[in-house]
């Protein structure tokens, strides 16, 4: 198991931007695919983007493609969210995973470790 600590979340307007940051623990964080998730409330969780080890192949939801970027930085062990044009409807509970078999997969059965989350708000 890898531990996995996010950070970043806030209140924003509709059109703002946050960049959500995910540290891992662990000496092969470059072997993991990562993920973003989001669950809403009284809604279940959902995909958001994903990322290969190396940072080669991206992959997103397609409500929130052009929006976000996911990135990671192998050497800080951290993998980032860039969101920008924020709407209303992403308000959610943001949570970060790893897939300890490098894969980059868009369910969230295949993540072997999760974060405890951060709450982005954004306001109309």
């Known amino acids: 198991q890898v531990q996995l600590v996010e950070s970043g979340g806030g209140l924003v307007q509709a059109g703002g931007s946050l960049r959500l940051s995910c540290a891992a623990s662990?000496?092969?964080?470059?072997?993991?695919?990562m993920g973003w998730f989001r669950q809403a409330p009284g809604k279940e969780r959902e995909f958001v983007a994903s990322i290969t080890p190396l940072g080669r192949n991206t992959y997103y939801a397609e409500s929130v493609k052009g929006r976000f970027t996911i990135s990671r930085d192998n050497a800080k062990n951290t993998v980032y969210l860039q969101m920008n044009s924020l709407k209303p409807e992403d308000t959610a509970v943001y949570y970060c995973s790893a897939n300890l078999r490098g894969w980059a997969s868009s369910g969230g059965a295949n993540y072997d470790s999760w974060g405890q989350g951060t709450q982005v708000t954004v306001s109309s």
């Open positions: 662990g000496r092969t964080f470059s072997a993991y695919g």
